[in-house]
């Protein structure tokens, strides 16, 4: 006799196969499998109290305030814990009632739908990228003479260049290419000056490789002409609030966009109170306008990648909290990417400089592909990408046996 662990549904049916179950069986038993907790926050007393009782009645549960049953509190936040089966069930029962119930039923059902896609179909401007079989590797370029982990070894263009050839030899899917430089205390450059910086260096890349190029900019016209010189991902590290003209832009190039969870500016992220109520769920929520900026805009959803922004406005503990619940993000049903090469909160860990962080960089590229990163971005690429090639099969590990 022992316990086993069942990660999603998928596992669950096949373990049932293996078993013998009837096929019906076996597409009524895996969502009872999987245990799941859904937190809404700040509901009114009412709304609380009519959950929890839903909850009970089919043999599940939900946490709420303790003053909520004799509304001696104005809002309760309220933790529901059940099986997939029986969330879908409470989802069901309320999604015709009043009081805005209907609409917490809705976002329920999304929320259900989309931790559980295993799989997505990623679309820039030039193809169709899968993303999910395997974690993808993007590979950094940074063109600035002050970047925090190169010191500007690639400033020039050819040598840049040459780092960006070399990346695709050891197995990048994507190059990011950035004209400047983000890291704590530094200041934003001119238009121009970025244009020619990174302009030369997309253009030379484009004609030699056939992987993605992806340009890391705020800038709207940035990112503009970096897709007309060939690139064809916009990663902007302000999620669309840096440039009011990027949304329109990512919608008219039709390029693919990476939005990234930033408090402040580069300039002044690490500067104050870093203090969050709820770090994944302001995390989240600030992807979810963003994303939803971009949607309006007439951005499509295949075209979308999230990023947490570790290291953006965040202490070191906060980024490992992160890394160890990443898996948060799926609600928001969008891959993710998540950047930790070389970072200084892993160097508080391990000591030494930039590039002597290669194994503490190793560990948290593996924590996050186990908690569901699709995208990797990172600087050694030869070592990541069989990082990534080993806990990938890990991951999938029970496809492998099947």
Not at 102 to 110: D, P
């Given at each position: 006799m022992r316990t086993i662990k069942i990660n999603n549904p998928e596992e669950a049916s096949a373990i049932f196969r293996k078993i013998g179950v009837d096929p019906y069986g076996i597409d009524a038993m895996a969502r009872k499998t999987i245990n799941i907790n859904i937190l809404l926050e700040k509901q009114p007393c009412k709304i609380a109290n009519i959950i929890k009782q839903e909850m009970l009645s089919i043999g599940a549960d939900a946490a709420v305030a303790r003053g909520s049953v004799a509304c001696s509190v104005p809002m309760s936040d309220i933790l529901m814990m059940g099986t997939v089966k029986q969330i879908l069930t409470l989802a069901k029962k309320i999604e015709k009632q009043p009081f805005g119930l209907?609409?917490?039923?809705?976002?329920?059902?999304?929320i259900l739908n989309n931790i559980y896609q295993s799989e997505y179909v990623w679309k820039t401007s030039r193809r169709k990228i899968t993303l999910g079989r395997k974690t993808m590797v993007m590979g950094i370029l940074n063109v600035t003479p002050d970047s925090f982990s190169d010191s500007g070894l690639f400033y020039s263009p050819q040598k840049a260049i040459e780092h960006g050839l070399a990346m695709e030899d050891e197995g990048a899917d994507i190059i990011d290419i950035?004209?400047?430089?983000?890291?704590?205390?530094?200041?934003?450059?001119?238009?121009?000056?970025?244009?020619?910086?990174?302009?030369?260096?997309i253009e030379g890349l484009a004609k030699k490789i056939k992987i993605p190029i992806s340009i890391d900019t705020k800038k709207a016209e940035v990112a503009r002409l970096a897709v007309d010189f060939g690139a064809e991902i916009i990663n902007d590290i302000s999620a669309l609030?840096?440039?009011k003209n990027m949304a329109e832009t990512i919608r008219k190039t039709r390029a693919a966009a990476i939005l990234m969870h930033m408090r402040g500016k580069p300039k002044n992220m690490q500067k104050g109170s870093l203090a969050y109520d709820n770090l994944m769920g302001e995390i989240t929520d600030y992807l979810k306008h963003s994303s939803k900026k971009a949607l309006n805009a007439g951005v499509e959803k295949d075209c979308i990648v999230i990023d947490p922004g570790i290291g953006f406005g965040k202490t070191p503990e906060d980024n490992y909290k992160i890394i160890k619940n990443l898996s948060e993000l799926k609600a928001l049903g969008m891959p993710?990417?998540?950047?930790?090469?070389?970072?200084?909160?892993?160097?508080?860990?391990?000591?030494?400089?930039?590039?002597?962080?290669?194994e503490g960089t190793a560990a948290t590229v593996v924590a996050a592909i186990m908690n569901g990163c699709h995208i990797i971005r990172v600087h050694d690429v030869k070592a990541m990408k069989k990082v990534a090639a080993v806990t990938d099969a890990i991951v999938h590990a029970w496809q492998v046996a099947q």
């Open positions: 209907n609409l917490i039923a809705r976002e329920i059902f999304e950035g004209g400047e430089s983000t890291r704590p205390g530094s200041r934003s450059v001119g238009v121009k000056i970025e244009l020619k910086r990174v302009l030369p260096v609030n840096g440039d993710v990417l998540i950047g930790t090469s070389r970072k200084s909160f892993i160097g508080k860990i391990t000591g030494g400089k930039p590039d002597d962080r290669m």
